[in-house]
Structures are given as C-alpha cells and as structure tokens.
Nanobody
C-alpha cells in the first residue's frame, strides 16, 4: 500500500520559513514524479511545485517562484518543499502527490497524480 506522509507544517509569522517533508512508502521512489499542491479554505486546490523523478527538473508556480523550492532525496524516499518569505496568503493545507513516470517529466495538474498524502497545515500570521 502506497503511503505519502507530509510533515513540517505549523504556525509561522509572515516573512518566516518552513520546510515541508513528504516521506513515501514507494519501493521504487526514483520512478515517481512528485508534486506539491495546496488548498485554502473555500478555495480550489492549487499547484505549487513539481520535481521530476530524477530530480533534474523542477517547476514552481508563479505565486511561489523565488520563495519556495522543491527538491527530493531518492535515497531517503523523501520530497521537500522549502518555503521562505512566507505570506499570509500562503496559508493552506499542503499536500504531496506522486505518479509513476518512465520519462523525466514534470506534471502540473492534480489529475496527473495517482497518490496523495493526507496533508499538513501551514498557517502564516500577519
């Protein structure tokens, strides 16, 4: 059974930083493209960032580019989201997602992903 477990969320003041982690129980983690999404109350789920299975390619949403960085450690079956210069509008539940991939592609839509974590809450106070 595939499990994605996010951690690292919490309450932080505007301008602060958090690092989210997503640990995956995937036997062949390096064959999975990974992504981070977020959903604020009353809003639709929003793409945040994606990383290819080898980690050689990344993409960040315009709203977080320059502040957030996605990365992965295939030896640890973990994907990270480093979040700096946090803003109140970054407040949301953050989810990691995985999909098996035979190439080294990036995926930007929720529908492209097969597995999802339960989410971790990030709250940024002003």
């Amino acid at each position: 059974q595939v499990q994605l477990v996010e951690s690292g969320g919490g309450l932080v003041q505007a301008g602060g930083s958090l690092r989210l982690s997503c640990a995956a129980s995937l036997r062949t983690f390096s064959t999975y493209a990974m992504g981070w999404f977020r959903q604020a109350p009353g809003k639709e789920r929003e793409f945040v960032a994606a990383v290819s299975r080898r980690g050689s390619r990344t993409y960040h949403a315009v709203s977080v580019k320059g502040r957030f960085t996605i990365s992965r450690d295939n030896a640890k079956n973990t994907v990270y989201l480093q979040m700096n210069s946090l803003k109140p509008e970054d407040t949301a539940a953050y989810y990691c997602a995985a999909r098996q991939d035979s190439s080294d592609s990036l995926y930007y839509t929720g529908a492209a992903y097969t597995y999802w974590g339960q989410g971790t809450q990030v709250t940024v106070s002003s």
